[in-house]
Nanobody, 128 residues
Framework: QVQLVESGGGSVQAGGSLRISCAASGRKFSNYCMGWFCQAPGKEREFVATISWNGDVTYYADSVKGRFTISRDNAKNTVYLQMNSLKPEDTAVYYC?????????????????????WGQGTQVTVSS
């Protein structure tokens, strides 16, 4: 089992920045590809960003490319999402998720169905 706890959400004005974190515990964190997903009211949960087990490979949704940066610190068992130039449409609950792709040829995933473990989410609200 892997337990994930997000933190750092809050309210910010459009154009501002926020960094959210996800602390993992349980199994070896460095075995896991990590992903960030978001869910706005009345909408389905959607992919935001993903990072490989060693941090070498990242991938972003088109809507956040160039504004958001995913990173991880395996020594701290933590993954981060730095969000810059925030827009009101970024308002959502942000979830981190983990899937073990350490032995896989494909080391990242944007498919939420592939993720085994999920955090409880952290709210990000961007006002205009």
């Amino acid at each position: 089992q892997v337990q994930l706890v997000e933190s750092g959400g809050g309210s910010v004005q459009a154009g501002g920045s926020l960094r959210i974190s996800c602390a993992a515990s349980g199994r070896k964190f460095s075995n896991y590809c990590m992903g960030w997903f978001c869910q706005a009211p009345g909408k389905e949960r959607e992919f935001v960003a993903t990072i490989s087990w060693n941090g070498d490979v990242t991938y972003y949704a088109d809507s956040v490319k160039g504004r958001f940066t995913i990173s991880r610190d395996n020594a701290k068992n933590t993954v981060y999402l730095q969000m810059n130039s925030l827009k009101p449409e970024d308002t959502a609950v942000y979830y981190c998720a983990a899937t073990n792709l350490r032995s896989s040829i494909v080391v990242i995933s944007e498919n939420l169905d592939e993720y085994e473990y999920w955090g409880q989410g952290t709210q990000v609200t961007v006002s205009s």
